[in-house]
């Protein structure tokens, strides 16, 4: 048996990935970074190959991560995490830095970033796992905490794209605490569906200050469907 929901007991951070050069740059979020090894300082960085930013990551030949803070606004998270490079400039209004190897950098909600050199790709199928060497990496603000998958899933109430590596299809889930009270609930700006049978805290019981984690939209503009 295989119990997805298991697999969202294991610990991710939150990063944008960026690539390309200051004048085209793209970036996206990603949970799936990691460090490989210690002498030298190296990483691993899993990007689907559906992202305009692999194209960009394959052609530089380097990427920049931008560590996000706890409290990273949804704006930032809904423009790099759920819109193409291929139909927005993204980086439009971005605070970014000119990395040593001329990567762009994002700066907005970032507590701390590396950047570093692609030395070896590896095919996954559906995506491309970069090796990279770190470059260089720098501390940005030391008073936050860093934003994790665990923590945008249960208090931001986020979901991975279709295009990340923990994406599941909702159809999949084992509906644990599915009742016949269970209501769902439409955001008016997106179309995004919050359905208490699948989730861990029920739409009325959210925060006032709740925000869609599509497109940023307020919990008042949802509707009960």
Known sequence: MIQVE???????????VSSGTMQKANGYISNTIFQVTAEPARFANCCSKNNYTAALIQQSGVFSVSILAEQCSMDILSRFGYK????INKMEGIELREGETSVPIVLNDTIAFMECKVINTIDLGTHWMFIADLVQCEIIDDTKS???????R???????PKNAPTYVNKELLTKTH????AKKYKCLACGYIYDDAEEE?????????????????EKTDFIQI
């Open 178 to 181: 599915e009742s016949n009270t």
């Open 146 to 152: 860093p934003l994790t998958y665990q923590y945008y």
């Open 84 to 87: 193409s490079g291929r139909d």
């Open 6 to 16: 298991a697999l969202f007991k294991i610990s991710y951070g939150l990063y944008i």
């Open 154 to 160: 249960q208090v931001k109430k986020g979901v991975a």
């Open 201 to 217: 805290i029920p739409f009325d019981e959210l925060p006032d200050d709740w925000v869609c984690p599509l497109c940023g939209a």
